[in-house]
């Protein structure tokens, strides 16, 4: 359903979009301001920090789609893509097929800065008998190395590399296992379970695929679990697909579209978006993991509060800020640099 575009401008909406800062009445209430250190909005990473995808999946959201538009408009650069499998997309070299067309019909249609894609297959962690995090025997996975090596490269002391996990966390857990530094150089940001006031829980969706990995994470790393999502089938409806770019990007967009009705709720960009827009996480709970209960071999363990703990809880979010930034980008020259 590819739609010829009707004008130079219009053919420019995805091809000619720039890595620029956003006016404040593009995406969110704010400037993505990248010329200061002071931490914009209620987490603690914000558009600066670059961003690695580590997902398994590619068709049931706009996950990608976001990431790419968005390291094209003044939003998180993004330096990694992580394609793994879980059960719920058991081939890893089909999504990684997935992925890899993604990054292709955006770089055709002009978007810049895109990364390849690392495959990555490794089973869940497995608690050791003892019980102690660093007794966990690693994978030593492709995509933990990936963890690993692009954060040295590219994190600062203030600025540290994000892991967007819309996955299971095993990559994670075994990032530290094979160098537990690096927990110094990245702030996981994942679209994982739910919250039960006043306690986040580690569960469904996500959660529930390697639980012994969420104890070491949340233990280990600074966390953020956004637990709050919103039906992505407003995003891209049917009746706006003739609007969609005329270009591969666009083409492969409405493609996509009706892989969404399978699992409407399944809107991992809730990741990307928390950290690219200062307004979009609109409640938000500090907490620590509370390890002294047994350990769960279903989810990890309880977030409970603490004002100075090592997790943030997104609880809620503007979820119309997702669309209306998603067509700002697409449609509006102004917001594209054409």
């Given at each position: 359903m590819q739609r010829q575009p009707k004008s130079r401008s219009r053919r420019a909406v995805v091809a000619g979009a720039l890595a620029l800062v956003l006016a404040p009445s593009a995406c969110g209430d704010g400037t993505l301001d990248v010329g200061r250190d002071v931490p914009r909005g209620p987490l603690p990473v914000d558009a600066r920090n670059p961003v690695i995808i580590d997902s398994?999946?590619?068709?049931?959201?706009?996950?990608?789609?976001?990431?790419?538009?968005?390291?094209?408009?003044?939003?998180?650069?993004?330096?990694?893509?992580?394609?793994?499998?879980?059960?719920?997309?058991?081939?890893?070299?089909?999504?990684?097929i997935g992925w890899m067309d993604l990054v292709t019909a955006a770089r055709d249609s002009g978007l810049h800065n895109l990364p390849g894609v690392t495959i990555s297959a490794g089973p869940a962690m497995v608690r050791p008998t003892d019980g102690q995090v660093d007794s966990t025997q690693p994978n030593g996975s492709a995509?933990?190395?990936?963890?690993?090596?692009?954060?040295?490269?590219?994190?600062?002391?203030?600025?540290?590399?994000?892991?967007?996990g819309v996955a299971p966390l095993t990559n994670l857990a075994d990032a530290y296992l094979l160098d537990p530094t690096v927990v110094d150089r990245v702030v996981v940001v994942a679209a994982l379970g739910s919250y039960a006031a006043p306690n986040g829980v580690m569960n469904g969706p996500n959660g529930d695929l390697d639980p012994w990995a969420n104890w070491i994470v949340a233990q280990k790393f600074r966390y953020v679990q956004v637990s709050a999502?919103?039906?992505?089938?407003?995003?891209?409806?049917?009746?706006?697909?003739?609007?969609?770019?005329?270009?591969?990007?666009?083409?492969?967009?409405?493609?996509?579209?009706?892989?969404?009705?399978?699992?409407?709720?399944?809107?991992?960009q809730i990741t990307v978006l928390s950290?690219?827009?200062?307004t979009f996480a609109v409640g938000v709970r500090r907490a620590s993991p509370d390890t002294s209960v047994a350990f769960d071999g279903t989810q990890g363990p309880p977030?409970?509060?603490?004002?100075s703990g090592n997790v943030w809880i997104v609880t809620r979010i503007a979820a119309p800020l997702a669309a209306s930034c998603l067509w700002q980008m697409l449609l509006d020259s102004r917001a594209c640099g054409s």
């Amino acid at each position: 359903m590819q739609r010829q575009p009707k004008s130079r401008s219009r053919r420019a909406v995805v091809a000619g979009a720039l890595a620029l800062v956003l006016a404040p009445s593009a995406c969110g209430d704010g400037t993505l301001d990248v010329g200061r250190d002071v931490p914009r909005g209620p987490l603690p990473v914000d558009a600066r920090n670059p961003v690695i995808i580590d997902s398994d999946g590619w068709s049931d959201n706009w996950m990608g789609e976001y990431a790419a538009l968005l390291a094209n408009n003044g939003g998180p650069p993004l330096v990694g893509i992580i394609a793994n499998a879980t059960r719920y997309w058991p081939n890893a070299t089909a999504n990684a097929i997935g992925w890899m067309d993604l990054v292709t019909a955006a770089r055709d249609s002009g978007l810049h800065n895109l990364p390849g894609v690392t495959i990555s297959a490794g089973p869940a962690m497995v608690r050791p008998t003892d019980g102690q995090v660093d007794s966990t025997q690693p994978n030593g996975s492709a995509g933990a190395r990936l963890i690993v090596e692009l954060s040295r490269q590219l994190s600062l002391p203030w600025r540290p590399v994000v892991v967007l996990g819309v996955a299971p966390l095993t990559n994670l857990a075994d990032a530290y296992l094979l160098d537990p530094t690096v927990v110094d150089r990245v702030v996981v940001v994942a679209a994982l379970g739910s919250y039960a006031a006043p306690n986040g829980v580690m569960n469904g969706p996500n959660g529930d695929l390697d639980p012994w990995a969420n104890w070491i994470v949340a233990q280990k790393f600074r966390y953020v679990q956004v637990s709050a999502y919103y039906d992505q089938l407003g995003d891209v409806t049917p009746a706006q697909v003739p609007s969609l770019p005329g270009n591969p990007f666009g083409a492969r967009m409405a493609a996509k579209l009706p892989d969404l009705f399978d699992i409407p709720q399944a809107s991992d960009q809730i990741t990307v978006l928390s950290v690219a827009l200062p307004t979009f996480a609109v409640g938000v709970r500090r907490a620590s993991p509370d390890t002294s209960v047994a350990f769960d071999g279903t989810q990890g363990p309880p977030l409970v509060p603490n004002d100075s703990g090592n997790v943030w809880i997104v609880t809620r979010i503007a979820a119309p800020l997702a669309a209306s930034c998603l067509w700002q980008m697409l449609l509006d020259s102004r917001a594209c640099g054409s």
